[in-house]
């Protein structure tokens, strides 16, 4: 059996009003090697941000790999892990009570990703402590806060 490399991905976003501004980041570290990607949207949603990051991460990788993905986002992560993500699919992207599902264009860039991937989730409580969280938050705040001012 062929074996993947392990790659640990953590992943934040942040909005500035919710839509406003947003931006999230991304740090993947293998071994020894470390790469942070971070980016952002002038009208966006926090949500949004937290799912962009992740899909950002994953299509990073160049290759199929064993992902131990850690986020602070309860939406993505409890969607993938208690299953709501392929309920939502299964049932033409409709929740509960027939209503559409928000971020479907999101998820469904998502869904490659987890099929290329071994990913394992794995939530942390935001602001908190977690130094890779912590590093991920100031990132994507610092994405938000270029666009409220107009750099971008």
Known sequence: MEQYKTVFLYTDGACSGNPGPGGWGAVLIYGEARKELSGGERETTNNRMELTAAIR??????????????????????????????????????????????????WQELLPLLS???????????????????????????????LRQGEC
């Open 57 to 106: 991460g994953l299509e990073a990788l160049k290759e199929p790999c064993r992902v131990i993905l850690t986020s602070d986002s309860k939406y993505l992560v409890d969607a993938v892990t208690k299953g709501w993500l392929a309920s939502w699919q299964r049932r033409g992207w409709k929740r509960g009570k027939n209503e559409a599902v928000l971020n479907v264009d999101l």
């Open 116 to 146: 290329r991937h071994t990913v394992e989730f794995v939530w942390v409580k935001g602001h908190a402590g977690h130094p890779e969280n912590e590093r991920c938050d100031r990132m994507a705040v610092a994405e938000a806060v270029k």
